[in-house]
């Protein structure tokens, strides 16, 4: 079976559309860290265009950005002029900045991931849930002749209610019981099968 084409996707829907935004979010990100100097703590801004890339274009982009994000903290905090006791500690925070990106790239990841499965899951569901039509609640039939009340009060034959108000179709045979009341002259001797 071939695979049917995916839908035509719009401008803003693509990969380059949502890294174009990414760019711009962590270079508005990047300045304002710069611009604040090292008093004002913005890390958990960077994990926005982190989330943006891993939930609309992948967990391996996220993962770039996060490098990106990573790379543009430890930039702004080294332009800013921020003193360090040592110099390891600027790498190692712009090192937890960046495990936390790659941990928010993944999480944004997999959640989409799961999401798509579950709306597809749903979709799957509602069309079966479409197709069955069920027969609930009590249903007036005659204790002699079998025929079910309808709605608007009518008698009718119970293969007519239930073809009307299901997709069940009916094939008419003969039990044994009857056959042997309503047609004995056509049954096989007692003693032949």
């Known amino acids: 079976m071939a695979d049917s084409p995916s839908p035509k996707r719009h401008w803003h829907q693509t990969a380059v559309f949502f890294w174009a935004l990414a760019l711009i979010i962590l270079g508005a990100i990047g300045w304002f860290d710069y611009a604040t100097g090292y008093d004002l703590h913005v890390f958990a801004f960077y994990f926005l265009p982190v ?7 992948g967990l391996r982009s996220g993962n770039y950005m996060a490098l990106l994000a990573g790379g543009t903290s430890f930039m702004a905090d080294y332009a800013s002029g921020h003193p360090y006791s040592s110099p390891g500690v600027a790498g ?3 090192l937890m900045e960046l495990a936390a990106c790659i941990v928010v790239a993944g999480i944004a990841s997999i959640v989409r991931t799961q ?3 579950q709306e597809k899951l749903n979709a799957e569901l509602f069309e079966m849930m479409a197709q069955i039509k069920r027969l609930e609640g009590l249903l007036p039939i005659c204790a002699a002749c079998k025929q079910i009340r309808n709605e608007r009060g009518e008698w009718e034959l119970i293969e007519k209610y239930i073809t009307a108000h299901s997709d069940a179709q009916f094939s008419h045979s003969v039990c044994p019981e009857c056959a042997r009341q309503l047609y004995p002259q056509y049954l096989d001797e007692p003693g032949d099968k």
């Open 51 to 57: 989330w943006l890339i891993a939930w609309h274009v």
């Open 92 to 94: 190692w925070n712009a």
């Open 115 to 117: 999401l798509r499965a």
